[in-house]
């Protein structure tokens, strides 16, 4: 009889939407690592300081992150002609697609039979246009991490390990709008 647990890849959007993620993750019986793939965030800085706050939970929760590359000029070309797009809106669902394709090819290459993404933890994501881009990617798992109370324990968590929490979802589009 096997112990071992099934492998997820987390795509991890920042350190705070990561935390009840990963504990729900772990609760349900997988083997999580973090993807940090944010080449939507800007600026630099900004990238820097939730990458430096996700290494922080990886360790913390003894969860191991892989960092993919950042390349935001990639990005603003994928979302090209969607700029003005308001949040919630068609420039979203591109960078989920972004986001979750990059996350796909990643779990394929590290053998990672499952991914999802910690993106459904925010009450401004709409769960549902999520998972309808994921589906388009085998081994995507459908979690509206949302449930069970998931944002309110992300701030919670956040507040106790005294993590980092930005006040816009990532791009430079979204900049004043909360996330």
């Known amino acids: 009889m096997s112990t071992e647990h099934p492998k997820i890849l987390l795509h991890t959007c920042c350190a705070p939407c990561a935390t009840a993620s990963t504990l729900r993750l772990i609760k349900d019986d997988y083997d999580v690592t973090f993807f940090f793939s944010n080449s939507n965030i800007f600026p630099r800085e900004e990238y820097e300081k939730r990458l430096k706050y996700a290494r922080k939970l990886a360790e913390m929760l003894n969860v191991p992150l892989i960092e993919d590359d950042y390349n ?8 090209r002609g969607f700029e003005r797009e308001p949040e919630r809106g068609k420039r979203c669902e591109k960078c989920f697609y972004y ?21 459904t933890i925010s009450p401004y994501k709409i769960s ?25 324990k992300s701030i919670e968590l956040s507040r106790k390990w005294d993590l980092y929490r930005q006040n816009y979802c990532g791009c430079e589009y979204s900049m004043g709008v909360e996330s």
Do not use: C, M
């Not at 935001?72 to 979302?79: P, V, Y």
């Not at 090819?105 to 991914?115: D, E, V």
């Open 99 to 119: 986001s979750l394709e990059r996350t796909s090819i990643k779990a394929k290459k590290l053998h990672i039979p499952y991914f999802t993404t910690t993106l």
């Open 128 to 152: 549902p246009v999520i998972f309808q881009i994921g589906r388009q990617f085998p081994g995507f798992v459908e979690y509206n991490f949302k449930k069970q109370d998931g944002y309110k």
């Open 72 to 79: 935001h000029a990639s990005w603003r070309q994928w979302i």
